[in-house]
């Protein structure tokens, strides 16, 4: 079956640092692959997504390219402020979520 | 603006009795909506997909007759804890599917906390 493995945190950087937040993923075919953002006692919501091998999803910032060769779609993002302090998750479907990394950003 | 309502946003009862918390989608028909319990340390867990005009599908170690899901519209999905007591404390969250866009809608979530 399908699995989503997702780098444990928290994870904690000052303002304007570089931010990767690792994802790699075990599927069968080829599905879509998700990164959501979750806000303090919030829901969440889609952040970025990406279809099918090497389509790059981008948004607020944050990029994620669907690798195939190593079922993997990282999250990425140049400078990140405090207003990105959140719980990223990596997810493939419905059924197949990471377990949420959570990001803080210090000023 | 957001395409899934869900409330209540926060519950407080008595252990013993009932909550219902209520998912709509707010400008398209969702033949299903999933329900998500969230725990202290972020993970998500999917409880049940609620299925339009039939039976939910609960997820494995869900009791089905503790939480109770009724699909009973295109727009709304009900989760009902049943007796709740203080270990069914915790965040609840539905979403629904918006397939044209192959993107999944959540709600804001409901906290509920059983004293």
């Known amino acids: 079956g399908n699995s989503v493995t997702q780098m444990e945190g928290p994870v904690t950087l000052s303002e304007e640092a570089f931010l990767t937040i690792n994802c790699t993923y075990t599927?069968?075919?080829?599905?879509?692959l998700f990164w959501y953002v979750q806000y303090p006692g919030e829901g969440l919501q889609l952040l970025l997504k990406?279809?099918?091998?090497?389509d790059k999803g981008s948004n607020k910032g944050f990029e994620a390219t669907y690798r195939k060769e190593t079922t993997s779609f990282h999250l990425e993002k140049g400078s990140v402020q405090v207003s990105d302090s959140a719980v990223y998750f990596c997810?493939?479907?419905?059924?197949?979520f990471g377990t949420g990394t959570k990001l803080q950003v210090i000023p | 603006g957001a395409v899934v309502s869900q409330h209540p946003s926060w519950v407080i009862c008595k252990s013993g009795t009932s909550v219902k918390i209520e998912c709509r989608s707010l400008?398209?028909?969702?033949?299903?909506m999933f329900w998500y319990r969230q725990f202290p340390k972020q993970s998500l867990m999917l409880m049940a997909t609620?299925?339009?005009?039939?039976?939910?599908?609960?997820e494995q170690g869900v009791e089905k007759d503790k939480f109770l899901i009724n699909h009973a519209s295109l727009t709304l999905s009900t989760l009902t804890v049943t007796s709740a007591h203080p270990e069914d404390s915790s965040f609840y969250i539905c979403?629904?599917?918006?397939?044209?866009?192959?993107?999944?809608?959540f709600g804001a979530g409901t906290r509920l906390s059983v004293l």
């Open positions: 400008d398209f028909q969702a033949t299903t």
């Open positions: 990406a279809t099918k091998a090497d």
């Open positions: 609620s299925n339009e005009g039939s039976k939910a599908t609960y």
């Open positions: 997810a493939l479907t419905p059924w197949d």
């Open positions: 979403s629904a599917p918006r397939r044209l866009q192959n993107i999944q809608y």
């Open positions: 599927a069968t075919g080829y599905p879509s």
